[in-house]
């Protein structure tokens, strides 16, 4: 197959099984692709740019294309084409997440170490909402503040009264407070922080990508399903470390709990991120006869039996 003819756009692994999407995310959430320059990525989209004009530059392998995309994939956002900022790229989850998860879990015990973690997690969380939200859908800087402002406080609040709640609670017991602090407040931090989506609605398209209109109901089902992966993601780290385990290992060598917690997070990242991320295709769908009325029959007046799904981007 002549390059000129490659589809770059065409997904390397098959996007409706979990297996393939796992593959797809696993690739473009590496975490080394967030440590390389603007610079390289820059090329990454030129060469990307130019393969979807048909004019591939002699010499460029396969291989070479396929690598481009990962990095484009994994740096812009798949709405607008803009470079995404570092922080809330999904390839910075697992060193961003990692640190952040391990100090929520070393420091629980008291209501100032709760306050700051749950802080920094959820400004954290906000970055990443913001960044991979449904980009068609714009949002001002005083909404954005607004958004920030109540996802933080009400993941603070959560997070102290569990913390009051539980003060008395068995050891174990309270390990899981950070996880049940950091569960609610995705609950509310992603809306939020994505709620001119569920406001206007997102762009639907048919399946060659022609748009159809604006729904908030596939915004709410696109932002449902982000929720639900985000808190898989969180799971495995914050749940499955047992503390008894680490401090029988370690318990002469108090000043290692921290590093050997924030490792340990990390191990569980590597996968669960790719894992959460594939739980539900990117490019979301949905029957037109799940659509609001009036979407709904403008689409089935224009085009009739032809259109039965929308597709959308649910954003990550």
């Keep these: 197959m002549a390059l000129s003819s490659f589809d770059i756009d065409a997904p390397r692994w098959d996007q409706s099984t979990f297996m393939g999407r796992l593959k797809h995310f696993f690739n473009i959430t590496d975490w080394r692709t967030a440590i390389l320059p603007d610079s390289r990525l820059d090329e990454a989209k030129a ?36 470079r995404m900022n570092l922080i809330g790229r999904m390839s910075f989850q697992v060193p961003g997440g990692m640190a952040i998860t391990g100090f929520m879990l070393q420091f629980y015990r008291t209501v100032p170490a709760v306050v700051f973690w749950q802080w920094v997690n959820q400004s954290f969380n906000a970055l990443v909402n ?48 950070p996880f049940a602090a950091v569960a609610a407040a995705n609950c509310v931090n992603i809306p ?77 990242l590597v996968f669960m991120v790719p894992a959460a991320c594939s739980l539900f295709p990117q490019r979301c769908s949905m029957a037109v006869s799940k659509l609001e009325p009036e979407l709904r029959d403008s689409i089935v007046s224009q085009y009739g039996d032809a259109v039965q799904r929308v597709y959308f981007n649910k954003g990550l």
């Design 130 to 177: 913001y960044t991979n939200r449904n980009a068609a859908s714009p949002i001002t800087p005083k909404q954005i503040g607004v958004a920030y402002i109540t996802a933080t406080s009400t993941a603070l609040a959560t997070a102290v009264g569990l913390n009051l709640y539980t003060k008395k609670a068995p050891p174990l017991v309270a390990r899981w407070v």
């Design 192 to 268: 939020m922080m994505r709620q001119q989506e569920i406001l206007n609605g997102i762009a639907v398209t048919d399946e060659n990508g022609n748009k159809l209109g604006h729904s908030t109901k596939a915004a709410v089902k696109g932002i449902t399903q982000v929720v639900v992966s985000r808190i898989t993601m969180a799971a495995p780290g914050m749940m499955c470390i047992c503390p008894q385990a680490l401090f029988v290992f370690s318990q002469r060598i108090t000043y290692l709990h921290g590093p050997i917690q924030v490792m340990m997070v990390g191990a569980f």
């Design 47 to 82: 060469l990307v740019e130019s393969c979807r004009a048909g004019s591939v530059p002699p010499g460029t392998t396969e291989e070479q294309l396929h690598y481009a995309k990962k990095l484009y994939d994994s740096a812009f956002h798949p709405d607008t084409g803009d």
